[in-house]
């Protein structure tokens, strides 16, 4: 049983490690309440975790992407080196007069000396270099460990450089110390994106339905497949933060009726914030399989209540489902009954048991790397999750509406539909959506996974590349769900055709059968 299971992954701890580690692994007894797990603390040092730091959430995560941003890292070489497009978010120039600049790595390259003497004037020195060699619109900071701790003051540098330059600069504190994980930087990402670039540009966007996509960073294309199906049905999307997507796009995306949100764990600080400033609603989407692309999509056009783009949603459907339709009945004959386990991130872990669902297969265990409670058990546990020294050190700012941009009308139609029983800011978390009896797991440790792998042999395991090589050798395939192992796009229709064929032809060959680790 999946009790005994907890156990034996749990018995080899020594007792304080077990009691810490006990609480982030759970049977999900009762999906519909689900109980309250241990999330966003801090990993046992000794304990081999899959996660990563502030400052790989803040730039490598959700600031990197934006292509036409030159971003610089302040710090020793290999931060630069080890964010650069290491995620697989593709980037492609839409309009004339456009730059990428994603091919490139910047850094300030800090030395012991500037470590000693401090770094600020290496940092003015690398902006106005790469001022002068490229003349970008914007040019972002990322602080490392070491300036944290030496104390430059990024700031000031970038005020300065911009009133010197007049672009605009801007830096981000997101020391890779801060907070328990990545999810720190994410945090701080949002509250720089939101003070240095949204609401700069209000020219007006003519269209009917215009939404921005938060949460949704183009891994393997998948933002490029959600822009066809939305060009498909006619809504507009102004940004899609940030996949695939320009600094004039970001600075222009308040203009947007409505914010659909992908990743929760990542940007609902956005959310809130363009809510509270413009008045512009959000509500939880996942363009990640077939059932989840169709409901969002239903969703998005009963928003908008206009019965035109509630029957062109309707026909789009209809039409990307005949090409969907014979590849899941067929893959369903071999997929259908076989297990499979989902350790991933900040919202892939659920987001893909759509997928799953799609192809008749169970997932027996999930969990998130660095989420947070509610992403876990959902919004309503909000109030009551405590707010410890980790999260402490990281900024909160202050929004309040905007007296002349707030848009009065958008809180209005917010208001009746919700009236009507239309949900905004609603996630209801992974724990609701998986059976009764599997196991959820936060930040696993590979000794865990291993007795997992031992207990359970599922037939397939998400997971990222710091588990992959240990899986396989035991005889399982591993899917990379944060890099695709360079497939994909796996979102929307075409998207879930691509991952229904991988993943029947993973768990379809025989070769994990027939391996045999040198050692058994
Ligand atoms: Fe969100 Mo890897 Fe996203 Fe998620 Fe986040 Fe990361 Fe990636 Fe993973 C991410 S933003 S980089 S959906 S695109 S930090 S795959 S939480 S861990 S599951």
């Known amino acids: 049983s999946a009790a005994e299971a907890r156990e034996q992954m749990l018995e080899a701890y020594p007792k304080k490690t077990l009691r810490k580690r006990g609480k982030q692994m759970l049977v999900n007894t009762d999906p519909k309440s689900p109980a309250e797990i241990g999330a966003n603390s801090r990993t046992v040092?000794?304990?081999?975790?899959?996660?990563?730091?502030?400052?790989?959430?803040?730039?490598?995560?959700?600031?990197?992407?934006?292509?036409?941003?030159?971003h610089i890292t302040h710090g020793p070489i290999g931060c630069g080196w080890y964010s650069w497009l290491s995620r697989r978010n593709m980037n492609?120039?839409?309009?004339?007069?456009?730059?990428?600049?994603?091919?490139?790595?910047?850094s300030t390259d800090m030395q012991e000396d500037h470590i000693v003497f401090g770094g600020e004037k290496q940092l003015a020195a690398a902006i106005q270099e790469a001022y002068d060699e490229f003349k970008p619109k914007a040019i972002s900071v990322y602080a490392t460990c070491p300036?944290?701790?030496?104390?430059?003051?990024?700031?000031?540098?970038?005020?300065?450089?911009?009133?010197?330059?007049?672009?605009?600069?801007?830096?981000?504190?997101?020391e890779g110390y801060k907070g328990v994980s990545q999810s720190a930087g994410h945090h701080i990402a949002n509250?720089?994106?939101?003070?240095?670039?949204?609401?700069?540009?209000?020219?007006?966007?003519?269209?009917?339905?215009?939404?921005?996509?938060?949460?949704?960073?183009?891994?393997?294309?998948?933002?490029?497949?959600?822009?066809?199906?939305?060009?498909?049905?006619?809504i507009k999307i102004i940004g899609t933060l940030s996949g695939g997507v320009s600094y004039d796009d970001i600075t222009n995306c308040h203009m947007a009726d409505l914010n659909v949100?992908?990743?929760?764990?990542?940007?609902?600080?956005?959310?809130?914030?363009?809510?509270?400033?413009?008045?512009?609603?959000?509500?939880?989407?996942?363009?990640?399989?077939?059932?989840g692309t169709k409901k969002s999509l239903r969703k998005i056009a009963e928003y908008f209540g206009d019965k035109e783009l509630i029957d062109k949603v309707e026909e789009v459907?209809?039409?990307?489902?005949?090409?969907?339709?014979?590849?899941?009945?067929?893959v369903r004959k071999r997929t259908a009954g076989k297990t499979a386990a989902l350790f991933v991130g900040g919202s892939r872990a659920h987001h893909y048991q759509d997928l799953f669902t799609d192809m008749d297969m169970q997932v027996i265990a999930a969990g998130y790397e660095?989420?947070?409670?509610?992403?876990?058990?959902?919004?309503?546990?909000?109030p009551s999750i405590k707010v410890d020294a980790d999260s402490r050190?990281?900024?909160?700012?202050?929004?309040?509406?905007?007296?002349?941009?707030?848009?009065?009308?958008?809180?209005?139609?917010?208001?009746?539909?919700?009236?009507?029983?239309?949900?905004?800011?609603d996630y209801e978390g992974m724990m609701r959506q998986m059976a009764k009896d599997t196991l959820v797991i936060d930040d696993i440790s590979h000794h865990e996974l291993e007795k997992l792998i031992e207990l359970y042999k599922p037939d397939i395991i998400g997971s990222g590349v710091k588990d992959k090589y240990v899986i396989e050798k035991m005889g399982v395939p591993c899917k990379q769900l944060h890099s695709y192992d360079y497939g994909g796009p796996y979102a929307g229709f075409k998207g879930a055709i691509n991952f229904f064929k991988e993943i029947d032809r993973m768990t379809s060959s025989n070769i994990w059968k027939l391996t045999r680790a040198p050692w058994q």
């Open 261 to 291: 949100v992908m990743c929760h764990r990542s940007i609902n600080y956005m959310a809130e914030m363009m809510e509270t400033k413009f008045g512009i609603p959000w509500f939880k989407v996942n363009f990640i399989g077939i059932e």
């Open 147 to 174: 300036v944290g701790l030496i104390g430059d003051d990024i700031h000031s540098v970038c005020r300065n450089m911009k009133e010197k330059l007049g672009i605009n600069v801007f830096g981000f504190s997101c």
């Open 317 to 330: 459907i209809a039409a990307e489902m005949a090409e969907v339709r014979p590849v899941v009945e067929d």
């Open 191 to 234: 509250n720089g994106v939101f003070k240095h670039m949204i609401g700069l540009d209000d020219t007006p966007v003519e269209a009917k339905y215009k939404i921005n996509i938060l949460g949704e960073y183009n891994i393997g294309g998948d933002a490029w497949e959600i822009d066809r199906i939305f060009a498909r049905c006619g």
């Open 45 to 70: 040092p000794g304990i081999i975790t899959q996660r990563g730091c502030s400052y790989a959430g803040c730039k490598g995560v959700v600031i990197g992407p934006i292509y036409d941003v030159l």
């Open 92 to 106: 492609k120039i839409r309009k004339e007069g456009e730059t990428n600049y994603l091919q490139y790595s910047m």
């Open 393 to 425: 050190n990281i900024e909160e700012i202050t929004v309040e509406a905007d007296p002349e941009r707030y848009n009065m009308s958008h809180a209005e139609r917010k208001k009746s539909l919700e009236e009507a029983g239309f949900t905004f800011e």
């Open 370 to 382: 660095f989420a947070h409670r509610d992403d876990y058990e959902g919004r309503d546990v909000l």
